[in-house]
């Protein structure tokens, strides 16, 4: 079973320090919003390789797309609901045109912040697999938040990141792997694929399925393009009924790449998809926002009954606590 480890204070915050340490083509990049996407102790260590833009992402972009063409390693630091729309023609035309090496880190995935619709970048992932040759990475603890951009370090082209800050679990200790799942549990009745927070969940709800004697399979997804590892299709081949969720609208996301992939393999039975179901997040504590956005622990508890036509219970099932918030506000001035 997948345990928790330890919970981690701010574990980006030391990460990207340290990679700037290691490569020194590295830049920061920043909307202003250093200390809001942790990258305020690479800001002090690093002031001749940091840049504060301000409240404008489109001019970001384009920046880092001309930093890249010149042999620099440009990281720019934004929120997801930013990158996503406000920069998308230039996050197109000037790093997806050119698959230039950039690495783009929208902060604030999904629904882990308390503050609302305007900051939760819930189609981002959507959005960004729209552009031809660009990586979607979604590191799912501290241990995949701390390693990612080592991960993606050699990668050519363009990435985008779905980050998470502050408090973070632990329950990885072996770093993120492009393009590779990690298969938590085997299971020949149902298989549960989540991300991001959604994983947090699904380890609750597979331990409370297991005691209830399904046998379970769960994989963890961080690589969300390309979506060819060998292993999704090992699994789903081996099971009659799947669950996915995750931290995003259940259109466009993961569980459409699942479904795409039980279509064209013919595998996996009957298919729930769990997460945001055309609607908007909401202000709220985390739990409370995963609960009422449909993809608690409970939420996949009940989810598998239906496909196995029990009931388990699901309301007694306990899910994650919080991500560790901050301030929401822009940090600095222009």
């Given at each position: ?126 959005i960004m697999a729209s552009v031809p040759g660009l990586t979607i990475l979604d590191p799912g603890d501290a241990t995949e938040i701390e390693t990612v951009l080592e ?184």
């Open positions: 079973m997948t345990q928790l480890i330890e919970t981690v204070s701010r574990p980006y915050f030391e990460s990207i320090t340290a990679y700037g340490r290691r490569h020194e083509e590295v830049v920061v990049l920043s909307g202003d919003l250093t200390k809001s996407c942790e990258a305020d102790g690479y800001a002090a260590e690093f002031p001749d390789r940091y840049y504060n833009l301000g409240m404008d992402e489109q001019n970001i972009v384009g920046m880092a797309a001309g930093m890249a063409r010149e042999g620099i390693l440009p990281v720019v630091h934004t929120f997801g609901v930013f990158i996503s729309r406000r920069a998308f023609d230039q996050v197109q035309m000037s790093v997806g045109v050119p698959r230039v090496r950039v690495r783009l880190l929208g902060f604030l995935s999904g629904i882990t912040t308390p503050g609302g619709v305007t900051h939760q970048a819930i189609d981002d992932v959507a991960a993606a370090h050699d990668l050519p082209g363009p990435v985008y990141f779905r980050m998470m800050r502050g408090d973070l679990p632990r329950y990885f200790d072996s770093p993120l792997e492009i393009g590779k799942v990690r298969v938590l549990e085997e299971g020949t009745d149902l298989a549960v694929f989540s991300a991001s927070v959604g994983t947090w969940e699904a380890i609750e709800a597979v331990k409370s399925l297991k005691a209830s004697g399904v046998s379970v399979a769960h994989v963890h997804v961080s690589t969300l393009k390309p979506f060819d590892d060998p292993e999704i299709r090992r699994v789903l081949s081996g099971v009659t009924g799947v669950i996915t969720v995750e931290n995003h609208l259940v259109h466009g996301g993961l569980g459409s790449a699942i479904a795409a992939t039980m279509a064209e393999t013919g595998t996996g039975g009957r298919l729930v998809r769990l997460g945001l179901q055309d609607r908007f997040g909401g202000a709220g504590r985390l739990p409370y926002l995963i609960d009422q956005c449909g993809f608690s622990a409970r939420h996949i508890v009940e989810a598998a009954g239906r496909l196995l036509g029990r009931d388990f219970g699901g309301a007694g099932v306990q899910g994650v606590t919080e991500v560790g918030e901050g301030d929401l506000e822009r940090q600095e001035a222009l």
